[in-house]
């Protein structure tokens, strides 16, 4: 028998462990796990030299289609992926209105549409640009909308559906009307809404969850309003108005509803040490809860010298915070690792739009874009922080930024694994292999990063999604097009 591909001389990071052994990859599913003699015959061999192979990365938070088009932004961003070792996105989408044809830029509330009308169009977006397999976790935002979650469910095989709860009371919040038709407001959307959308989760089954953005918006607006007041712009006012309490609380909100409706809940971005702790007594009252952090919260800290890029949402906290998120991570309370990929240039960031820009007024952290791009710096960045100082294993690193993702999202085990019969989606990684980060290597429309001069090791020298190799030598071989829609499955338990 002759497969496509085999790979050998290589450390397999398997379920069970790293394993020396080598892979072979016949129409793009992993068809054999062996010992480099046992391994088939190939049209094409791989010689690892000894580096690790992992399943591809999973990067279940992103946020293309946000601040620009969403053909742009996957045509564009989704090469970072493919570099960073990144096979498979998830993207929160907000209004459907960002990408109906001719719709880029909803400035109306009539222009949000009925995901029942708008996912077609956001598949063949999809396939049509992006570089790596995507799903998608929509948010969802009227009553309408919460009872199709079966309908989206069974017809597009979405299981996850994305609540802003920071901002769930638009009158309070200073929000511009752009960016409120961008996300659909003013709209339906309350506590109410999410104990319904929990309870529709609940009928549904997992891995059917209710993501949510926890984080206060009653308490952070009444904070913001104080510091302003007080003359506060500058950026560390920014986490002030934030400092855990309002995450916390709505973690504990959150789940409480969620264990009563009995549903599964999936905590977005957790960043504080305080929110965890919250996500820990969830859990350990029986609650169905999976955290998510982010590479930022685990390897900046607020006092960072890059100031005003620094502002992301909820904002990045102290040292002890970041320590504590490692801490989560290595007792399993967090369970995956997303970005928060939001693209923008340091332009866009300072102006947010026309509507806000104001001369004169630049360095106003309130004025200022929150977010920021990880795709590309995801992996070498929790190889860095994570592996090489020693916090985890690389079994670890693989569990959180592929396998735990993978079954969250109900997509295990044809995702996240190297299994006989899964995708074939891996990447090859030379631990001894360092680069420094700077903004100019990232594949991204975005000219600046959170990790600018950071030393990084963790770096693909070869990424594969299903059978066909689309990074390798430094280049990106692969093209846009490549990636598919990935439909969940509702039976995975
Ligand atoms: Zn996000």
């Not at 560390?236 to 409480?256: C, I, T």
Request: aromatic share 6%; with cysteine; hydrophobic share 35%.
């Amino acid at each position: 028998m002759t497969v496509d591909l085999v790979i050998s001389n290589c450390v397999s990071v398997l379920d069970s462990g790293p394993n020396e052994c080598g892979l072979a990859i016949d129409e793009g599913k992993i068809v054999a796990i062996a010992k480099d003699p046992l391994l088939p015959d190939a049209d094409r061999k791989i010689n690892a030299q000894g580096g690790y192979i992992l399943p591809g990365i999973i990067d279940p938070h992103v946020h293309l289609g946000t601040k620009y088009p969403l053909d742009e932004d996957l045509s564009l961003e989704t090469p970072g992926a493919v570099a960073g070792g990144v096979t498979t996105i998830g993207d929160m989408l907000g209004s459907p209105g960002c990408f109906l044809p001719h719709r880029n830029l909803p400035t109306c509330e009539e222009d949000v549409k009925s995901w029942l009308e708008a996912f077609p169009h956001f598949k063949e977006i999809g396939e049509a640009n992006s570089f790596v397999d995507f799903f998608v976790s929509p948010q969802v935002q009227s009553e309408i909308e919460v009872n199709e979650m079966q309908v989206y469910a069974e017809k597009f095989g979405i299981t996850s559906v994305k609540f802003y709860a920071h901002m769930k009371r638009p009158d309070l919040t200073d929000v511009n009307p752009q960016w409120k038709s961008r996300i659909g407001l003013p709209c339906d959307y309350d506590d109410g809404l999410i104990y319904l959308a929990m309870k529709n989760a609940a009928k549904i089954g997992p891995p059917e969850m209710v993501m949510v953005h926890c984080e206060n918006s009653e308490m952070t607006s009444r904070l913001t309003k104080a510091l302003k007041i007080s003359g506060r712009k500058d950026p560390a006012a920014w986490q002030e108005r934030s400092s855990g309490l309002p995450e916390a609380e709505h973690v504990r909100r959150y789940a409480y509803l969620a264990r009563v409706a009995g549903c599964r809940l999936y905590a977005v971005h957790i960043s504080s040490e305080l929110g965890l702790r919250e996500c820990r007594n969830a859990i350990l009252d029986g609650t169905d809860l999976i955290a998510e952090t982010c590479p930022q919260y685990l390897a900046k800290t607020r006092d960072d010298p890059e100031g005003y890029l620094l502002k992301v949402n909820p904002p990045i906290q102290k040292r002890d915070d970041a320590l504590a998120l490692w801490q989560g991570i290595v007792e399993g309370t967090i369970k995956c690792i997303g970005t928060d990929h939001v693209v923008q240039t340091k332009h866009h960031k300072l102006s947010q739009d026309d509507l806000r820009q104001t001369e004169g007024d630049r360095l106003n952290i309130w004025e200022v874009g929150s977010g920021s791009t990880g795709l590309n710096t995801l992996l070498p960045v929790m190889w860095t922080e994570g592996v090489r100082a020693g916090r985890i294993s690389i079994e670890k690193l693989v569990q959180i930024c592929s396998s735990n993702v993978a079954k969250a999202f109900g997509l295990f085990p044809k995702k996240g694994t190297l299994s006989v019969g899964s995708d074939a989606d891996l990447v090859l990684v030379h631990p001894s292999y360092q680069k420094r980060i700077t903004a100019d290597i990232l594949r991204t429309r975005s000219d600046y990063t959170l990790f600018e001069g950071k030393e990084a090791v963790g770096w693909p020298s070869l990424t594969i999604l299903r059978g066909k190799i689309i990074y390798e030598e430094d280049q990106i071989v692969g093209k846009k097009g490549d990636g598919l829609y990935q439909r969940r499955v509702l039976s995975y338990k």
